[in-house]
């Protein structure tokens, strides 16, 4: 009797173990198989809206022309006349570009672009984390990256790494983790760019071409080992929430092995498609977007205006307008994107007028609006349209559905393909309830007396039904 208990109860046991091991964290072994199974966590899914930040030696100079908005232009116009302001050391390489011009007229022709270190790392001593954490927190953002090393192959935080060639390409102040610390303590999540393709203080070969981007990237043995021991390094200090590495990989980097550890460390952590890798837990489409709902989670990411570095010569004439970025958030978020926005700040931290404006309008926006974003799904249908032919976004929460009315925001609208019965109730986010009339297949809202500044939000409960 006493025997049977004791093997009925290691039974049990072995049991209850077993059922707690699937709720236990995932383990992943160093193999593509093992990698694809991790999923996108919630809470990236539910962020919505990350803010990009490229800061650099380039923030010095900070200058470019404003020749247009990637995707807009052709690429040999593109090379030879670069928005991207963080572009400026390739851009100088290319004799004879405006940049080049530049740059001779105010540093002289051979005015070394790696000396726009000592001006950097006096001005960053200035510089106030927490002030960048409170604007980004308060624009609606959940979470952050920051640029850790760019193209031109200088860290944003004091590496223990040396540098195969060129000592010394470090920020005297850690950057990185200050932000880190900072962004933490606002209650945002952290993320790390790195340029891992890409490192013109090791393969100065100017990029004229897309296909000298690819043309480009680094693929030897010890660039490998450095590039794999700086994302070590960047994951072991600062625990990033997100790795967000640009233009590719060299082949003898050990990602499998890179991307296991780090996922059993923090099976909260993302990683992005631009290793050219096998597994990634989302896209970058870069000043573009997807039209459509995508079964794989993505991340739209731009600059303000024309340049993710921050671009002195860019007035309000080549910036987005708060208006516009706003539909533009609604839109990918509809599509179950996130929008990565970018700011980029001078070197002593201070952020241009206009990039804070638009912020804070967006913020305003989000802290009235946020409930039909944050946390939502792809309704049926991403966008529909007005009887007056206005773009409507969709998103839904549970049984609650979200209309998003970006071009008329008085008066009565028409919203074609949208059902209500009787049990249906509209009232306008942050607002109050509204009136409705069915028409057909068109759902008529009489909307407030008083215009609202942007996009109006609807919030649909019950009894409501949206066609394709
Ligand atoms: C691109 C650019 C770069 C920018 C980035 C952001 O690859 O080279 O300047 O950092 O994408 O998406």
């Not at 006493?2 to 964290?25: D, K, Y």
């Not at 963080?86 to 405006?98: A, D, F, M």
Request: net charge positive; glycine share 8%; aromatic share 12%.
């Amino acid at each position: 009797m006493s025997t049977r208990r004791t093997f009925v109860c290691t039974l049990g046991a072995a049991a209850a173990f077993a059922q707690r091991r699937p709720n236990g964290p995932m383990r992943f072994t160093a193999d593509w198989n093992s990698l694809r199974r991790h999923q996108v966590p919630a809470w990236f899914n539910e962020a919505k809206l990350g803010i990009f930040v490229h800061w650099g030696l380039y923030s010095v100079p900070a200058w470019a022309p404003p020749t247009g908005e990637l995707g807009k232009v052709d690429f040999s116009t593109w090379f030879a006349n670069n928005p991207y302001a963080e572009w400026y050391l390739n851009s100088i390489r290319l004799k004879n570009s405006q940049t080049w011009r530049h740059h001779a007229k105010t540093y002289g022709e051979d005015y070394d672009y790696y000396r726009f270190a000592e001006t950097f790392n006096r001005e960053t001593a200035k510089w106030q984390p927490a002030a960048w954490a409170k604007l980004f927190a308060a624009a609606g953002a959940r979470y952050v990256v920051l640029t850790t090393k760019h193209h031109d192959g200088f860290t944003l935080w004091p590496s223990r790494v040396a540098h195969p060639e060129r000592p010394g390409l470090n920020s005297q102040r850690d950057l990185v983790g200050d932000l880190a610390q900072a962004v933490r303590a606002a209650g945002l999540r952290m993320g790390l760019y790195y340029s891992g393709g890409l490192d013109w203080s090791i393969n100065p070969t100017p990029v004229t071409s897309m296909a000298q981007v690819a043309g480009t990237v680094i693929h030897t043995e010890p660039y490998a080992r450095y590039a794999d021991a700086h994302w070590r390094e960047l994951i072991e200090r600062y625990q990033p929430s997100v790795l967000w590495n640009d233009i590719g990989y060299p082949r003898q980097g050990q990602l499998p092995e890179i991307f296991a550890d780090y996922y059993n460390k923090f099976p909260e952590g993302l990683i992005n498609n631009r290793f050219t890798q096998d597994h990634f837990d989302f896209t970058t489409p870069e000043y573009a977007v997807m039209d459509r709902i995508q079964g794989k989670k993505w991340e739209a990411c731009r600059g303000l205006g024309f340049s993710f570095g921050y671009n002195q010569v860019e007035g309000p004439e080549h910036v987005m307008s708060a208006a516009k970025l706003i539909a533009l958030l609604v839109d990918i978020v509809s599509n179950n994107g996130n929008l990565l926005l970018n700011v980029g700040p001078r070197p002593d931290g201070s952020i241009s007028d206009i990039q804070q404006d638009r912020l804070t309008k967006l913020g305003e926006w989000m802290a009235r609006n946020g409930e039909g974003i944050y946390g939502s799904t792809p309704a049926a249908n991403p966008a529909g349209k007005t009887a007056d032919g206005g773009k409507v976004n969709f998103t839904r929460r549970g049984d609650t559905l979200y209309a998003f009315l970006h071009d008329r925001t008085t008066g009565p609208v028409t919203i074609e393909n949208l059902f209500l019965d009787s049990a249906g109730k509209v009232s306008v986010l942050g607002g109050g309830p509204v009136k409705t009339t069915q028409k057909g297949s068109a759902l008529q809202v009489e909307l407030p007396a008083a215009p609202a500044p942007y996009t109006l939000a609807l919030k649909i409960e019950n009894g409501w039904q949206l066609a394709r």
